[in-house]
T-cell receptor, first 111, second 114 residues
Framework: DAKTTQPPSMDCAEGRAANLPCNHS???????VYWYRQIHSQGPQYIIH???NNETNEMASLIITEDRKSSTLILPHATLRDTAVYYC????????????FGQGTELSVKP | DGGITQSPKYLFRKEGQNVTLSCEQN?????MYWYRQDPGQGLRLIYY???????QKGDIAEGYSVSREKKESFPLTVTSAQKNPTAFYLC?????????????FGDGTRLSIL
């Protein structure tokens, strides 16, 4: 299973862009990169996913490098409610496409 | 609103007792999943179901059982054989069990031992 590496914690000023990096150097050609976030005592919230092209939705943008070995999640205008643990996941194909959550990045958005 | 509903939010189990956690979805999703999360750790897959009347064991199925008699429901029973059941249990669903379809989660059930 492809492993992801994320910094354990990051800070961001409210209103600024939050850029969360993720390394996934062993990713296979047909494996998707997913991003979720989890606020304490709640279920993980789906943010965005992609294969090779950059993706954008109402929550965030996902930038995947051309070699697919790393990606960056961008929250364009971070708010205090974006404070959470963010997980970068390479989705496997066995076991129904289970999600393997690592330790994630704890993002603190400060006023 | 469409979504995934887990109940109860908190549950307490006595020694030797079986307890059942409910998971209902009205998203018309074929695939459903149960994960367990321990403090400070990632999620681990307990069971999953890709279609009604079918389910498969995940990585930590021992001491748990499930059923999938209806598309919208995937209850999880924590049996007395599960010796360390204290954890946060999360149910998820997706349109189908393919890599390009996101899983969406409920708000979880926190199970503790009395």
């Amino acid at each position: 299973d492809a492993k992801t590496t994320q910094p354990p914690s990051m800070d961001c000023a409210e209103g600024r862009a939050a850029n969360l990096p993720c390394n996934h150097s062993t990713i296979s050609g047909n494996e998707y990169v997913y991003w979720y976030r989890q606020i304490h005592s709640q279920g993980p919230q789906y943010i965005i996913h992609g294969l090779k092209n950059n993706e954008t939705n109402e929550m965030a943008s996902l930038i995947i490098t051309e070699d697919r070995k790393s990606s960056t999640l961008i929250l364009p205008h971070a708010t205090l409610r974006d404070t959470a643990v963010y997980y970068c996941i390479v989705r496997v194909y066995n076991q129904g496409g289970k999600l393997i959550f690592g330790q994630g990045t704890e993002l603190s958005v400060k006023p | 609103d469409g979504g995934i509903t887990q109940s109860p939010k908190y549950l307490f189990r006595k020694e030797g007792q079986n307890v059942t956690l409910s998971c209902e979805q009205n998203l018309n999703h074929d695939a459903m999943y149960w994960y367990r999360q321990d403090p400070g750790q990632g999620l681990r897959l307990i069971y999953y179901s890709q279609i009604v009347n079918d389910f498969q064991k995940g990585d930590i199925a021992e001491g748990y059982s499930v059923s999938r008699e209806k598309k919208e429901s995937f209850p999880l029973t924590v049996t007395s054989a599960q010796k360390n059941p204290t954890a946060f249990y999360l149910c998820a669903s997706s349109i189908w069990a393919e890599g390009n379809q996101p899983q969406h989660f409920g708000d979880g059930t926190r199970l503790s031992i009395l």
